[in-house]
């Protein structure tokens, strides 16, 4: 079911909008077209029928706002929505239309976002130590590349947190040749920000992601992809 996007930034609710008056500016979005109606063209005709569906929609979006000034966001030959100043009763029965996908509030007359609270979320750190041997001075040296996860308001505070357990990781022992070694903090390599809060989401049966790293690689026949219609 559509609704306003955080309403409840601003200590209201759906229930509420119908009986406010108040002037909002407020960013329309246009709905995106879904790609299972246009499986049986080719790329670039799907490429047009999406432009096409978009400037639909823009038209009958429009059409609803009637003689209202709004500035179009996107691009002039790609729009994403519109940005306009109206009374808040008015959003229901605009979130009603298929010409609109979403409704986020960026102002309201006389009403004050609230100030949210500094929030907390699981991140992924990556951290690489170096495996120091006694009096070693050549040769390779090993080192590991950790993932710690940790709950944290930001990347930095994450750090902050992890770094004294890393003076633990470091406390030496023999090893069996009779040489100290320890494994050395080194670096911050990487950080990914969970949408994570609670720990019961780590027990989905679907999983969570908590770590991603995008590259790129040469193309092998036995990966790539050929849509059997």
Not at 39 to 64: D, G, V, Y
Not at 113 to 128: D, L, N, Y
Not at 201 to 227: A, I, Y
Request: proline residues 6%.
């Amino acid at each position: 079911m559509k609704a306003v996007i955080d309403l409840s930034e601003w200590n209201l609710t759906d229930a509420e909008l119908p009986g406010l008056d108040n002037m909002a500016k407020v960013h329309l979005r246009l709905p995106y077209p879904g790609y299972k109606s246009l499986m049986n063209h080719p790329p670039a005709e799907r490429r047009r029928r999406i432009a096409a569906q978009i400037w639909e929609a823009f038209r009958a979006l429009k059409a609803s706002l009637g003689k209202v000034a709004f500035e179009k966001t996107g691009t002039h030959y790609r729009p994403v929505g519109v940005r306009v100043v109206l009374p808040l009763n008015q959003l229901p029965a605009l979130l009603a239309t298929a010409a609109v996908k979403t409704i986020s509030i960026e102002s309201i007359e006389g009403i004050s976002r609230k100030t949210p609270e500094p929030e907390s979320f699981f991140w992924s750190i990556k951290a690489r130590f170096s495996i120091q041997i006694e009096n070693e001075t050549g040769g390779f040296q090993g080192y590991e590349d950790r993932i710690l996860l940790v709950k944290a308001v930001d990347e930095e505070e994450a750090h902050r947190k992890l770094l004294p357990g890393f003076d633990s990781y470091a406390e030496p022992y023999l090893n069996s040749a009779g040489l100290l070694v320890r494994w050395q903090f080194e670096e911050f390599l990487d950080a990914f920000a969970t949408d994570v809060s609670s720990l019961e989401t780590f027990l989905r049966d679907e999983g969570v992601e908590v770590f991603s790293e995008l590259r790129n690689r040469k193309l092998k026949p036995e990966m790539e992809w050929h849509r059997r219609v």
